[in-house]
C-alpha cells in the first residue's frame, strides 16, 4: 500500500515544528513512520527549507504539484480554505497533495486516511492507494 503525507506550511516553519506534527499525528493514528512512502505540497514549497529538512531528514522524496495539478482534487477535501484558495489557486495543500501523489505512486485511486490536522504554522494529511 501507498501510503503519501502531505503538507503545508506558512514560510519559514523549521523542520522541529513539521516533525512534531508529522510524528505526533501518526502516532494518534497508530501507524508507523516507516510505512510512509513520500511526502508532497505544493510548488511553491518546494524550496521551503523546513520541508526540505524534514523529507531529508526522514529519507523521503519531497513531491511537488502545482496549483493546476491539485484542483481536480478539491471535491474530496474535508475542508475548503477561500484564505488558501486566495494565496495559492487551491482549496487546500495537505490533502490535495498527498490524494495527488498517492494515486501517482500508487497507481490506482486515493482517498484520505487522516484528514487535515492543523497547527498555527502547518498542516497535514495522510492519504493511501492500492
Known sequence: ??????????????????????DTVLAEGG????????LA???????????????????LPLHCFSAEQLAPF???????????FAHTGCYGIAESAALALA?????APARL????KKTAQATFALACAG
Do not use: W, Y
Not at 3 to 12: E, P
Not at 103 to 107: D, F, I, P, S
Open 103 to 107: 494515486e501517482q505512486l500508487g497507481n
Open 41 to 59: 505540497s505544493i510548488d511553491r514549497k518546494q524550496n521551503e527549507p523546513g520541508l526540505r529538512a524534514l523529507a531529508e531528514r526522514l529519507d
Open 1 to 22: 500500500m501507498t501510503r503519501v503525507v502531505g503538507l503545508g506550511c506558512q514560510q519559514g516553519c523549521d523542520v522541529h515544528t513539521l516533525l512534531a506534527l508529522f
Open 113 to 116: 486516511l487522516i484528514t487535515r
Open 31 to 38: 501507524i508507523e513512520r516507516d510505512s510512509i512512502t513520500a
Open 74 to 84: 478539491e471535491q474530496r477535501l474535508s475542508h475548503k480554505s477561500d484564505i488558501v
